[in-house]
């Protein structure tokens, strides 16, 4: 079925077909002119993995997921996310070419599809989750009205794949973008998540993703004052020592992605682009 309130299936492959093309190009550009970054640690962002919605941005299909984890198994090092903190705050090496993954939302398939292939290669994950939507019929809009399988996760899930290893970190309630909300609301979005999560799971998060990235320095006080250590961003790029912990970088995985755009990915060389479309977001939107 089509992804509901998403273009037609017709749209989004002529829009990606015309859209591949250029991305690439100014990809390997980039990659050809941008100075080395030395030492740096790459947060990998993730939505999805199933074979249900072969258009969808946000989708990976498991085969190109296997794909990708071989990939990471010959030539990063994958580490818990939180684990990297030490050497972002320059309090010990932070190491070469590693990789920490991180998933956001909360999707059903993150436990059914994701995990076990997590599993097979051994590498750890944060998974950040909007908790109002854990456990309950709602799903996100962009999936509202299409599926019973995009759903959300239920908390017996979210407290499997934590003791499994993976960090459950906060992404709001109710996934609201922060930098628009008051303060006081902002404030119980953020400290609500945490809440949640100890609650289901019985550990403390500590780490904390803006929803839609949407943040400000005042929700960035809000998150660290609610007692997370480190929070994700939407911006491009990768992380060196001393790096705001409260602004860590990330690059997104999408489903339009094939194994060599996730190789110029981890090479940093689709960061230019990512800064040029959300640039160009931002514009739309003023």
Not at 72 to 79: F, G, N
Not at 131 to 150: L, Q
Request: hydrophobic share 35%.
């Amino acid at each position: 079925m089509r992804v509901a309130d998403a273009p037609g299936p017709g749209h989004t492959r002529i829009r990606s077909a015309i859209r591949k093309p250029l991305r690439r190009t100014i990809a390997r550009l980039t990659r050809l002119t941008a100075p080395s970054t030395g030492v740096a640690l790459r947060i990998l962002t993730y939505h999805r993995v199933n074979d249900r919605h072969p258009h969808d941005r946000l989708t990976v299909s498991r085969s190109e997921f296997v794909a990708q984890m071989k990939e990471l198994r010959a030539t990063r090092t994958v580490i818990p996310l939180e684990d990297a903190l030490a050497g972002l705050r320059g309090e010990g090496p932070l190491g070469e070419r590693r990789v920490a993954i991180t998933f956001d939302d909360g999707y059903r398939d993150n436990f059914h599809c994701a995990l076990p292939i997590l599993g097979e290669f051994g590498f750890p994950a944060t998974f950040f989750v909007a908790t109002g939507f854990i456990g309950t019929p709602s799903t996100f809009d962009r999936y509202r009205g299409c599926c019973e399988e995009d759903g959300m996760l239920d908390w017996a899930q979210v407290a499997e794949m934590h003791a499994h290893g993976h960090a459950i970190g906060g992404h709001g309630r109710d996934h609201l973008e922060l930098a628009g909300l008051p303060a006081r609301e902002a404030q119980e979005e953020i400290e609500g998540s945490r809440h949640d999560i100890e609650a289901g799971t019985g550990t403390r998060a500590t780490l904390f993703c803006y929803p839609r990235g949407s943040e400000t320095p005042g929700v960035r006080a809000l998150v660290a004052g609610a007692g997370f250590v480190a929070a994700c961003t939407v911006r491009p790029g990768s992380n060196s020592a001393g790096a705001d912990l409260f602004g860590l970088r990330r690059t997104e995985i999408s489903g339009d992605d094939d194994l060599a755009d996730f190789r110029l990915k981890l090479d940093g060389a689709f960061d230019g682009w990512h800064r040029l479309v959300q640039r160009a977001r931002a514009w739309t939107r003023a």
